[in-house]
């Protein structure tokens, strides 16, 4: 059964970090994309940030130089290093990958993460 568990979310305080991990498991297919989306409150999911096989990573404006994202192909696993959090960081964050073959996409169930003092 395909399925994205993701760890590593939690409370911090603004300036503070946190890492988060996603390992993908019985997907039959090649992953070609990987990344995190996140969704705040009465908000819209946002894609915050992914990284595609070849290694060229992506990220949304108000998290870039503050969030890095990694991959470990041979492992289906993508990890999001998030430094110098915001209470606006503040959200559920989302693992996804995406097939190579026909671009479908997987989810997983999200980790919350709080940025508050």
């Known amino acids: 059964q395909a399925q994205l568990v993701e760890s590593g979310g939690g409370l911090v305080q603004p300036g503070g970090s946190l890492g988060l991990s996603c390992t993908a498991s019985?997907?039959?297919?090649?992953?070609?994309?990987m990344g995190w989306y996140r969704q705040a409150p009465g908000k819209q999911r946002e894609l915050v940030a992914s990284i595609a096989g070849d290694g060229v990573s992506n990220y949304v404006d108000s998290v870039q130089g503050r969030f890095t994202i990694s991959r470990a192909n041979a492992k289906n696993t993508v990890n999001l290093q998030m430094n110098s959090l915001k209470p606006e960081d503040t959200a559920v964050y989302y693992c996804?990958?995406?097939?190579?073959?026909?671009?479908?996409?997987?989810w997983g169930r999200g980790t919350q993460v709080t940025v508050s003092s």
């Open positions: 996804y990958a995406q097939l190579e073959i026909n671009g479908f996409v997987y």
């Open positions: 019985g997907i039959p297919f090649s992953i070609e994309a």
